[in-house]
């Protein structure tokens, strides 16, 4: 599986879409993005196996926002140490994150990703499962040339992403506030893979130890809204404009932001759809359309907007603390950006 034009431009899109008025920089981190890219190619083509390399290339050629190794090429702008560009940190951030989708999508029974059938459609669970399996290994593998911090840091975030899969596979346990579950799942599983983007992108670049944590804090956060952030759009977004299927968590019974919150909402109006939401998963595509356009019009999702907006409010106050370079200008769109999406 070889590397298109098409495809090595992947990550040029998100740069392109932060706004961010620093030529030089957007220049810098776009050839940098373009060398994730084939880097990323690179690692699939490794795979001995041809369909071992079809099913792992599957998702990587089907592209994304490339968020997480954008993430990584800025933090190593923090750093001083010339030719530590942040490239290898960024393609591992990428790999755990893609693994992640093969994981989540056998877990959600998801029928498409990125608009193209996602890999459990495609081959079966099982090929799927193994598929995101290999893409762990091969973080693994290039984790190790960090150094042995960087592998530390990267086994952390690997422990919390699969007990943040297995806290939403479980469900709250008996008495466990069903908000306070939630957003333990989605540090665990969401923020996580942001904040080791940040923290081993500015350790490749030779940041100081204090702008680490603040870029690893920054992380969680930024995480935190992005994940809300795809809660509000798999309710308010077409399944077109999602390039997968709108309404999915209500199908699956997944408890997102809004959802929770319509649930805790015992005035008279929200009664319909609190029992509507209450009955489990919405397997009939009309009880999930009248849900859609319930939730769609409750007091549920500009709640959980508020909500996104206070993470991303501390999000940005944090650039505030980090070393005064053009890179702080990209961390602060990227505030602005998880903002705009659900507007």
């Known amino acids: 599986m070889s590397v298109t034009a098409e495809e090595a431009a992947r990550g040029q899109t998100m740069i392109t879409r932060l706004a961010v008025a620093e030529p030089e920089l957007v220049e810098r981190l776009s050839g940098r993005l373009e060398a994730v890219e084939k880097r990323l190619f690179q690692c699939v083509n490794e795979a001995q196996d041809p369909f071992v390399a079809e099913t792992v290339g599957h998702l990587i050629a089907a592209g994304g926002k490339r968020m997480r190794p954008l993430l990584a090429l800025v933090a190593a702008e923090f750093g001083g140490t010339p030719g530590r560009d942040g490239v290898e940190a960024a393609v591992v951030s990428?790999?755990?994150?893609?693994?992640?989708?093969?994981?989540?999508?056998?877990?959600?029974?998801?029928?498409?990703?990125?608009?193209?059938?996602?890999?459990?459609?495609?081959?079966?669970?099982t090929v799927a499962v193994r598929a995101g399996n290999w893409l762990l290994s091969r973080a693994a593998h290039l984790v190790a040339g960090l150094g042995p911090e960087a592998v530390r840091l990267q086994a952390y975030a690997s422990d919390r992403l699969v007990e943040g899969q297995m806290r939403e596979l479980l469900g709250p346990a008996e008495g466990e506030d069903h908000l306070t579950h939630y957003l333990r799942v989605i540090s665990d599983k969401s923020a996580s893979l942001l904040s080791l983007a940040l923290r081993i992108g500015a350790m490749e670049g030779g940041a100081t130890g204090e702008t680490m944590?603040?870029?690893?804090?920054?992380?969680?956060?930024?995480?935190?809204?992005?994940?809300?952030?795809?809660?509000?759009?798999?309710?308010?977004?077409?399944?077109?404009?999602?390039?997968?299927?709108?309404?999915?968590?209500?199908?699956?019974?997944?408890?997102?932001?809004?959802?929770?919150?319509?649930?805790?909402?015992?005035?008279?109006?929200?009664?319909?759809?609190?029992?509507?939401?209450?009955?489990?998963?919405?397997?009939?595509?009309?009880?999930?359309?009248?849900?859609?356009?319930?939730?769609?019009?409750?007091?549920?999702?500009?709640?959980?907007?508020?909500?996104?907006?206070?993470?991303?409010?501390?999000?940005?106050?944090?650039?505030?603390?980090?070393?005064?370079?053009p890179a702080a200008q990209v961390l602060r769109a990227f505030c602005t950006f998880v903002a705009s999406r659900t507007e």
């Open 94 to 125: 990428e790999l755990i994150h893609v693994a992640s989708l093969y994981h989540d999508d056998v877990m959600d029974d998801a029928r498409v990703r990125h608009g193209v059938a996602s890999a459990n459609v495609k081959w079966g669970n």
């Open 213 to 325: 944590e603040i870029l690893a804090e920054y992380g969680e956060h930024l995480g935190v809204a992005f994940q809300m952030s795809d809660d509000l759009l798999d309710i308010s977004s077409s399944s077109a404009h999602l390039g997968k299927e709108q309404g999915k968590d209500l199908a699956v019974g997944v408890a997102s932001l809004p959802i929770l919150l319509a649930l805790n909402d015992t005035r008279p109006p929200a009664r319909e759809l609190r029992e509507l939401l209450a009955s489990g998963p919405l397997t009939d595509e009309a009880e999930r359309r009248l849900a859609l356009d319930l939730l769609n019009g409750s007091p549920a999702m500009a709640e959980a907007r508020s909500m996104m907006d206070e993470r991303l409010t501390r999000a940005a106050a944090l650039v505030d603390q980090v070393p005064d370079r």
